[in-house]
Structure formats: C-alpha cells, structure tokens
C-alpha cells in the first residue's frame, strides 16, 4: 500500500511525505536528495507547532506540523528514517531483491543492547537462521566455540556447531520461554568456565571445560564454554536481563530501588531517544557502554 502524509503547521508551508520522497514548497526532492532529519521542536501546548529539521536538496528545511498531528509526524519521521536507511544499503551495493532482508537485519542490530563486537557479522548470519522474523533481538553473544546465545523479547535460544560442540555435522538448537527459567548464571574460575542455563523441569549436573565428553558445557545443551574476562563479563550481563525477563514473565518483577530503571529499560528508553532525533547514535553508544561497563 502506498504510503502519502500531508502536514501544515500554523502559518507555515505545507508537505508531505509519500513513497517518491518530500514535497515541500511544491518541490519532490526524491529519497537520495533527503539526508539529516532530526526533531528541531516537540510541541507542548496547541498554540506551538512541532518541526522537524531535514536537509531537502542539500539545504536545511523546516518542516512543521500541528500539535494534534504530533503522532502521525511521529510515524512520518519513523519512516522517513528507514527510507534513508534503504539509501544507505543501496548505496552499499545490496541488490534491490535482497533489500528487505538487509532491512531487518540493520533493524536487529538497532535493538541489540548487548553482543561480541569483534564477531558481530558471524553472530547475525546465525541469528537470520535462528530467530524468527516476529521476534526482537536484544542479545547476541558468541561463546569460546561456535556456540551463540540469543535473547530475544520472547526467548532464549542456545545454538550449536562444530566439532568442539558434538557437531561434526549439522547443528543442535535449544530454545527456553522467559516464563520457563530458574536460573542463569555464570560458573567461572581463574581463565574458563561456563554460562548455564536452568528450568524446573531440567535436569542440570557439573560441568567441566576442560572435560571434552558428556559433560562439557560446550556439549551441553543448555549451557555455553567461556574463557578470559571479556566473555564473563558479557555472559554476566546476559544472565542479569535474562534474570529479569524471567521475572516479568513470571508475573514476578526483579526488585528494583525505587524510581531507578532496570538496565533493559534505561537503554531502551535511551534508544526511543535516538529513534526521536533527540540523541545521536555516537551519544547513544557511548551512554550503553556506559551502562554496560564495557
């Protein structure tokens, strides 16, 4: 279905937003000419117009809109902002055919909130085989060997390959509801150790790294090998937000101090921010290390 937005503020030139790109001032400026859209005011009252900066043609334009379309500008902003992402991969020589996967892929890798930096490419061409399309991604950790942990807003998912993990052929999944958790942690002494996963109704036993039979953690269904700091700090975070997606979906909320927001809902609140115009990506970045401690 086409998509076409009209918008007028109070004494201000009219435009509109469609699939073609912006009209403004009876000038098509098509998506390759638009660049830069920011929100220059969010308005407050009725008698104030909201206005969003964007660079049309290589000049700077203000694009107003009335208070009582302040919503509708929201949802013209949001796409506005993936009609540039679309540049941005055509740009990059993604083929037209493949480019609504190459868009659901950038939009995982906006939500992520914690994964391996150094193995981030190697992570998502697992996590596009893995996780469902309807299903958000927030965690994407890979473990000593090629075992990957997804945290998804429904799921956790453990994956397996290779011969380190009993693989030589193929791979092995395991998947676990929030609601189903007991616990998640990290079990790590001097240079190695494992993440582990636990359910009521799953039967765990000791692990041992450097066991490479049945009851090595990279063999272990529920369970991922780790080794140096850097993992165990990672996986340590992971095991916290799993914790407290296990809580909300046990009807049980993590305790939180009064008026602070678990770590999840700060850098989701951070990212409404930037998907606002209201902070720029590098801002945002450097606030979730920050929060991370990375």
């Known amino acids: ?9 109070t004494l201000t030139p009219q435009w509109t937003v469609s699939d073609r790109g912006i009209t403004f001032k009876n000038t098509v400026y098509p998506w390759d000419q ?15 117009n909201g206005v969003f900066q964007v660079t049309l043609g290589g000049k700077p334009r203000a694009l107003a809109y009335a208070t009582k379309d302040k919503a509708r500008a929201r949802e013209a902003l ?9 540049q941005e991969l055509i740009r990059s020589g993604v083929r037209p055919e493949r480019l609504a996967e190459a868009m659901r892929e950038t939009d995982r890798r906006r939500n992520l909130i914690l994964f391996n930096a150094n193995a981030i490419e190697d992570i998502m061409a697992i996590a596009g085989q893995v996780i469902p399309h309807s299903e958000e991604l927030y965690v994407a950790l890979k473990g000593t060997f090629k075992e990957y942990l997804f945290c998804t807003d429904k799921m956790v998912y453990i994956h397996k390959t290779g011969f380190m993990t009993g693989h030589t052929f193929g791979s092995g999944g395991f998947k676990m509801p929030y609601a189903n958790i007991t616990n998640a942690e990290v079990d790590y ?3 190695t150790g494992y993440f582990e996963l636990s359910s009521g109704g ?14 090595s953690p990279q063999k272990a269904p529920n369970a991922i ?9 990672q996986f340590e975070q992971a095991s916290r937000f799993i914790m407290e997606k296990a809580g909300e979906n046990r009807g049980h909320p993590t305790v939180v ?14 990212k409404a921010l930037v998907d606002e115009g ?9 606030k979730k290390r920050q929060l991370l401690n990375i």
């Open 34 to 48: 638009v660049s830069n859209p920011t929100v220059f005011n969010d308005p407050r009252t009725r008698l104030t």
């Open 278 to 286: 209201l902070l720029t990506q590098e801002e945002f970045d450097a």
């Open 78 to 86: 949001a796409f506005i902002q993936d009609k540039l992402r679309e």
């Open 202 to 215: 799953l039967q765990n036993r000791p692990l041992n790294y450097w066991n490479n039979k049945g009851n």
């Open 257 to 270: 101090v009064k008026g602070e927001a678990t770590l999840a809902e700060q850098i989701r609140d951070l």
């Open 1 to 9: 279905m086409a998509y076409y937005e009209v918008f007028k503020g």
């Open 189 to 191: 002494h001097m240079t």
């Open 225 to 233: 090998a780790i080794t140096g700091p850097v993992l165990k700090g």
